[in-house]
């Protein structure tokens, strides 16, 4: 027996209950893609929180390679990285760390220490530009880094932090290592990737005769720790109930 051609339509078009099931769960699945893939658009393009990175250069010298790593992170959270914010704090006229200086119950310390402490208090991340100095960090970092943890409070504790360094053959990062260490009893949480040990020496030229940034690549390279640090930073903050 033929089925005419007006059966063979409806047979084709027919659809089981079971098979109508389905198709509305595939058209709301659709429509719940479709929202979240909004979502993500939306947020991506709503305005983060502004943060502020305090920068601390572990090189006293005026054309430090550090100096100039954190001029171009400077430059580059103003061209292009929206919401982050550097606060180069320098740290070169702290006393070195002696606590015949601290007062009022180990709570009084310094004038030029007591600016410190508010600016590492107020920060919302950190960024270390430190050199290697005999496998270490410099005098003058660690100098910071005691005064600002000495205490009841101390203020480095539970903030992001990154670290970048300029150096020769290994780019300065058995420095970025033992400061690692040192973050560990400090309560700082570091990101662990992207890296930046700059081989200063190493061509093509990464500096200028000023300390200033230079090349591209290494430029590009800081982004990119720049963009790990805001992440990892809004992650950190407190979330709202």
Known sequence: KHLSSTSISTHRTATPLSA?????RATQDRRIGSRRIMDSLTASTTAKPTLRVAAFGGSLRKDSWHRGLIRAAEELCE?????????????????M??????????EGFPPAVEALRDRVHA????????????YSVTASLKNALDW?????????????????????????????FHLRQIGVFLDLHFINKPE???????????????GNLIDVE???????????LQAFALRLQPKDD
């Not at 760390?97 to 119950?105: A, K, M, Q, R, S």
Request: glycine residues 12%; proline residues 6%.
């Open 20 to 24: 109508q099931g389905l198709g509305v």
């Open 79 to 95: 061209e292009c990285i929206p919401g982050l914010r550097i606060d180069h704090v320098d740290i070169s006229g702290l006393p």
């Open 97 to 106: 760390v002696n606590p015949d200086l601290v007062t009022d119950g180990g």
């Open 123 to 134: 920060a919302d991340c950190f960024l270390f530009a430190s050199p290697e100095y005999n």
């Open 148 to 176: 600002a943890s000495m205490g009841e409070h101390n203020c480095w504790a539970d903030r992001a932090a990154a670290i970048v360094c300029a150096g020769g053959d290994f780019g300065g990062g058995r420095a970025s």
């Open 196 to 210: 930046l040990h700059v081989r200063a020496f190493a061509d093509p030229p990464k500096f200028d005769e000023e």
């Open 218 to 228: 290494t430029r590009e390279r800081l982004k990119k720790v720049l963009l790990s």
